[in-house]
């Protein structure tokens, strides 16, 4: 990184002085990750033999040749946004297909059918509406 200074700073010597000092210390390499491309810091710690890589963004990774290949994003069609993309059901069963059929529900959308479920009636479910005590 050209920051030979850094190699005997007592502030991020030890893990513990760099934790006090973290917020310090990101900005530091704020400073210094600015001084080049990404392009000529990939090439720097390819030849170091560093493990990194490249931070995306949502429509990188959405676009990602091998997360299109593996499912990881998919299109449902939301009742309010209309297509709309969604990071994948998080495991994948062989067997067991697990999904998601369908955006996040409106505030309220299933209230009448889980009171029904816990056993009251449309008479009870009518003036829970009328008290404002549902929507």
Do not use: C
Request: net charge negative; charged share 35%; proline share 4%.
């Amino acid at each position: 990184m050209d920051r030979e200074d850094l190699i005997d700073d007592p502030r991020y010597g030890a893990p513990d002085k760099r934790t006090e000092n973290v917020a310090d210390f990101v900005s530091l390499l704020d400073e210094i990750f600015a001084t080049r491309t990404m392009d000529e810091w990939a090439e720097r710690f390819e030849r170091h033999g560093l493990l990194w890589d490249r931070s995306r963004d949502f429509l990188e990774i959405a676009n990602d040749p091998q997360v299109v290949a593996n499912d990881y994003i998919i299109e449902i069609n939301d009742a309010a946004l209309g297509p709309t993309k969604l990071v994948a059901f998080p495991v994948q069963l062989e067997k067991s297909k697990g999904g998601i059929r369908a955006g996040a529900p409106e505030h309220g959308q299933h209230t009448e059918e889980v009171l029904l479920e816990l056993g009251y009636s449309w008479d009870d479910v009518s003036t829970f509406k009328d008290q404002k005590v549902i929507l």
